[in-house]
């Protein structure tokens, strides 16, 4: 979280000078509904998957989501 943190920070002085365009809280939430649905969609596959090899990748991809997830739940927080 303390590199998202400096990102957003340096992202903050960009905005300042007028060097990238503003993001916006609704974009967030739009990206955060797709990821909170694959996620869902994940933990599906997950739960129907019998092959050991198969689950263990899933497992990988959920705790990848689950990350996305905080980071857009922070960002979203940070631009509140």
């Known amino acids: 979280m303390k590199k998202l ?16 365009s503003e993001i916006k809280p609704d974009h967030v939430q739009k990206v955060l509904a797709k990821l909170e649905k694959k996620q869902v969609d994940l933990k599906a596959r997950f739960d129907a998957e019998t092959d050991p090899g198969e689950r263990e990748r899933l497992t990988g991809k959920l705790g990848i989501a689950r990350e996305q997830i905080a980071r857009a739940r922070w960002l979203l927080d940070e631009l509140d």
């Open 5 to 20: 943190a400096a990102k957003v920070a340096d992202y903050k002085q960009r905005l300042e000078k007028g060097q990238t």
